[in-house]
């Protein structure tokens, strides 16, 4: 076990941790609740990554003058060293991306609604599924984000903080504050009107849009949430990895997610969190396997992306509802039954007081 | 620069997607479960070619049966162990979509892993191979020479598509099946036990997956991940059939193979678009289909039209 | 004064099969209106085509002078027509409470407001009260908190209408609101919809295939067969309409 970092294994869980469970929950959102089939997550994932590593790289490079092609050795070197100087740059450019991938992924996610308007869950499933595939093959070959070399040295927000643990301990702690948002906002609409009507779409559209419900624009807004979401966990990944590759928002990625919804229970965001808990600490575990043993006879990842595709179709078969089953949409109206239920009780007490006494 | 290559490569290219699409649109329009570990099945079908023909003494007559079976078991496989069970536990139609996707991700995987022991165990390049067929003669006709492949895979392609076809309006399996299709809830009545119509649909159009990755075999490389490269012609070409209609299938299917061999090269000599942007083709035919002319029922559409301006006075 | 409804020579195909053929019908503000006829006859498809579920092949529908045909389903419903569907459509997993407290549109339900409880507690409280009511009209007192689908067909049909009912429509299209309902139910949910029609003006459309019941209740009949429309009229001459017989008996 020499040369084993724990602190590092679990300080860089708690990162993983946090984007995941941003991602699970936002698929949760849309799918879990909505009934959308979001086969194509990482593409938003992606859209928010993408977004931060280039807005961030030319930010730096162009304020300071520098017209380095972005993915250049000199860009790079020139990045490291303009990334510790000016802290309130670093941390505005990070609150820039936050608030710029959340739009621009929202934005591309709420016009992904249009094709689906006319079709149903199956179609719209492929659709983006294929959607998320152009993207990394558009990003692959496209030139002015690196293509395959992908996007290298973007300045981390907080790459001006000496030692490498308090560097990776404040990351840490700005994911894991993004997630509490993220989870108060999910949780906070799930248990009120509007997640009741999201519960309505998922179990039927067509009787929901009969009640007056434009379901097409509330989809669209939901689609805009949950993709925005994704966008904010590629951005702290695009941060906290300082590099992104094309091929690392492979199709895979957006089944590990639901793999977590579904494992840590459909309709519940507690659920998505403590699913996407246990996945990425197995995932960490296998990095870590991987690092301890180097010639294992199989490839490590492989049997990650097994093991989700085992996770995905054991849960469906033999606990469908998932870990955490789904509750009702607990709004103060249940109140209303309450005093009833309260009103029955005490008349059925007085009752038998009544014969009680009698005898 | 147009040449009888690429039109060689249309006719093949559009067979395979044909082929394959055939398949999906049927089992999605008799078993209504979109599968997307359909391509898992393109892609057995693709390495069986390869693995049995190691040796360099492969018939095509042998391995297409052995091909077309290993197709079908293994798509009957998934109904019986997964998609069966969870019909009988009520899941909704996203949720067996769920369940194939995970099938889908576990096979690929598998396929790297036996793969990557095979190659190691057998020292041979089994990562990016192709099948050792005696194909090598070839037929010349109109001034052009056809390769053995090229022959094969078309006599291949006919023959599925003629069985295909008198199976489905001949046999009374296929007239349940059409039925089922059409209306399953009428089907009930025929007297067919609608499990034994499923496992039916299964074996063909799993044996049809597999074909059509024999047939890509024939002319070009296989990976783990064939079938999942083809996934999004595939899918374009079925859309443009409305998942319905087999005709328009197979239009469809060449509509798309022409433009990626015949079109492409004209754009890439003209505008100097990538070649490697071939996939956005399909997936804008896809968009465009879905926006413009959504296929037939679309599969509980909701009853929404979109308009600019709200008709009324 | 104009009828609340118009349907003017409304046709509708579906590959070879002419469902509605030139269909043309008109119903008063504050009547009761039934429709019938054997299976198959276009029923339910008039009533998809009135409430915006297809547009009409050709034709025109009118509701409150207004051309709705070619309009979407919620923007139809939000102009106070409301429909029940002949198998109900309830959200199978959610509570009978949240089934009917969902309709009424509300500032809860925006993406916005939605996580502070505060800007939505008042008008949600306002809502539970009239479904409250309603709940108790209908009967369902008790079943509250059980699953939509843990109901009874009874139930269920009793609670698609009330949905409907939540929010102020002026015309109900109800498809068999009485099916699986046992006939004293049925009957007080008749009884109920004529106090409705009494109290507020309400308007009735209703595809029912119990005559013995219907025709207790309805002003004015319209049957169809085989897409056309065969016959019209109080609900005793009509059913003694030969080719009324001769309909359902060829049926
Ligand atoms: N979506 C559809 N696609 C094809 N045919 C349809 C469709 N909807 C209805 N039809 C056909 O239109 C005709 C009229 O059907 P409809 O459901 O309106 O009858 P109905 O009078 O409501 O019958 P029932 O009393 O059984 O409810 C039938 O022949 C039916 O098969
Ligand atoms: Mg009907």
């Known amino acids: 076990m020499i040369g084993f970092d724990v602190t590092g294994f679990i300080l860089s869980w708690l990162v993983f941790f946090s984007i995941y469970s941003i991602l699970s929950i936002s698929l949760n959102l849309e799918t879990g609740l909505t009934g959308m089939a979001n086969f194509g997550k990482v593409a938003f994932y992606a859209l928010g990554a993408y977004f931060t590593g280039y807005v961030s790289i030319e930010f730096f490079l162009r304020l300071h003058g520098l017209d380095y092609p972005i993915y250049s050795t000199d860009a790079i070197v020139a990045l490291g060293k303009l990334s510790v100087e000016q802290p309130s740059l670093n941390l505005s450019v990070f609150l820039l991306t936050l608030v710029g991938s959340f739009l621009f992924a929202g934005v591309i996610g709420f016009l992904i609604m249009l094709p689906a308007l006319r079709v149903g869950p199956a179609f719209f499933g492929i659709t983006v599924l294929s959607f998320g595939e152009m993207l990394r093959i558009f990003l692959r070959h496209y030139k002015p984000v690196g293509a395959t070399y992908g996007l290298v040295g973007i300045p981390h927000p907080l790459a001006w903080v000496g030692g490498t643990f308090s560097k990776d301990l404040g990351f840490a702690l700005i994911s894991l504050s993004l997630l509490a948002i993220t989870y108060i906002y999910a949780q906070r609409i799930t248990n009120s009107p509007l997640g009741r009507l999201l519960k309505a779409i998922r179990d039927d559209e067509t009787a929901t849009l009969y009640l007056g419900k434009n379901v097409p624009l509330v989809k669209g807004k939901v689609l805009f949430i949950g993709s925005g979401m994704a966008g904010v966990a590629g951005c702290l990944y695009a941060y906290y990895l300082g590099s992104i590759t094309p091929n690392a928002f492979m199709p895979a990625v957006t089944f590990e997610v639901w793999a977590m919804m579904l494992l840590g229970g459909v309709g519940n965001n507690r659920g998505s969190i403590l699913g996407a808990a246990i996945i990425t600490f197995l995932d960490r575990s296998t990095a870590a396997l991987n690092f301890l043993f180097p010639n294992l006879i199989i490839d490590p990842n492989f049997i990650r992306w097994m093991l989700v595709g085992v996770i995905i179709v054991v849960v469906l078969l033999f606990k469908p509802e998932g870990i955490i089953k789904e509750e009702y949409v607990w709004t103060p109206a249940w109140r209303l039954l309450e005093a009833k239920a309260e009103a029955r009780r005490k008349a059925f007490k007085e009752l038998i007081g009544r014969l009680i006494k009698r005898r | ?313 | 004064m104009r009828p609340i409804l118009e349907v003017k020579g409304v046709s509708k195909s579906f590959g070879g099969v002419r469902a509605l053929d030139k269909v043309s019908l008109s119903i008063e503000k504050g009547s009761i209106v039934g429709l019938i006829g054997p299976n198959g006859s276009g029923k339910t498809t008039l009533f998809n085509v009135i409430s915006g579920f297809y547009p009409p092949d050709e034709g025109e529908v009118y509701f409150e002078g207004m051309r709705i045909d070619g309009m979407n389903p919620n923007e139809i419903f939000r102009l106070g027509l409301v429909r029940s569907f002949q198998n109900p459509r309830l959200f199978q997993t959610m509570s009978v409470w949240e089934n009917v407290l969902v309709v009424p549109k509300q500032r809860g339900e925006s993406p916005l407001l939605a996580p502070f409880r505060s800007r939505w507690e008042a008008e949600e409280m306002k809502i539970g009260k009239r479904g409250k009511g309603l709940i108790g009209v209908f009967g369902l007192n008790g079943s509250e908190r059980k699953r939509a689908s843990d109901l009874s067909g009874g139930q269920m049909k009793l609670l698609e209408s009330l949905r409907g009912m939540m929010e102020g429509g002026k015309l109900f299209l109800l498809d068999e609101p009485a099916a699986g309902v046992a006939p004293r139910l049925a009957n007080e949910i008749f009884g109920f919809i004529k106090r409705l029609r009494e109290e507020r003006g309400l308007t009735f459309f209703i595809i029912e295939h119990r005559l013995e019941i219907l025709m207790n209740y309805v002003d004015y009949v319209y049957v169809l067969h085989n897409g056309r429309l065969l016959a019209e009229g109080g609900p005793e001459e009509v059913v003694k309409e030969r080719k009324v017989i001769d309909a359902y008996i060829g049926d």
Request: net charge positive; charged share 10%.
């Open chain 2, 1 to 313: 620069m147009l040449t009888p290559v690429e039109l060689v490569n249309t006719v093949w290219i559009g067979s395979v997607y044909f082929i394959s699409a055939a398949g999906l649109t049927l089992s999605y329009r008799v078993t209504r479960i979109l599968n997307f570990a359909y391509t898992n099945i393109i892609t057995l079908g693709a390495y069986l070619a390869v693995i049995l023909t190691l040796n360099g003494t492969g018939n095509l007559l042998v391995l297409i049966p052995i091909v077309f079976v290993a197709g079908s078991l293994l798509a009957m496989g998934m109904h019986y162990f997964v998609f069966s069970r969870l019909i009988s536990l009520k899941a909704t139609p996203l949720m067996l979509m769920a369940s194939s996707i995970g099938i889908w991700i576990f096979l690929k995987y598998v396929y790297y892993g036996i793969v990557g022991y095979l190659q190691r165990a057998w020292k041979v390049g089994l990562y990016q191979a192709t099948p050792n067929l005696n194909l090598d003669w070839g037929l010349k006709a109109y001034g052009m020479e056809f390769s053995g492949a090229f022959v094969a895979s078309i006599a291949l392609a006919a023959a599925v598509i003629l069985s295909l076809y008198l199976f489905l309006t001949k046999t009374k399996m296929g007239k349940a099946l059409r039925a089922v299709a059409d209306n399953p809830s009428l089907a009930e009545v025929s007297g067919i036990p609608s499990d034994r119509v499923m496992y039916v649909t299964w074996f063909i159009a799993g044996g049809l997956a597999s074909l059509s990755g024999l047939m890509w075999a024939l002319f070009s490389i296989v990976t783990p991940e064939v079938g999942d490269n083809l996934i999004l012609e595939i899918f374009a070409v079925s859309v443009i059939g409305g998942l319905y209609s087999i005709p328009l299938t197979a239009l469809g299917a060449y509509v798309i193979s022409g433009a990626e061999n015949l079109l492409m090269p004209i754009l890439h000599d003209t505008i100097g678009l990538e070649v490697s942007f071939r996939p956005f083709i399909a997936f804008f035919t896809l968009l465009v289909v879905i926006l413009i002319k959504p296929p037939l029922g679309a599969a509980g559409a909701l009853p929404y039209r979109f308009r600019l301006r709200r008709k009324g006075r």
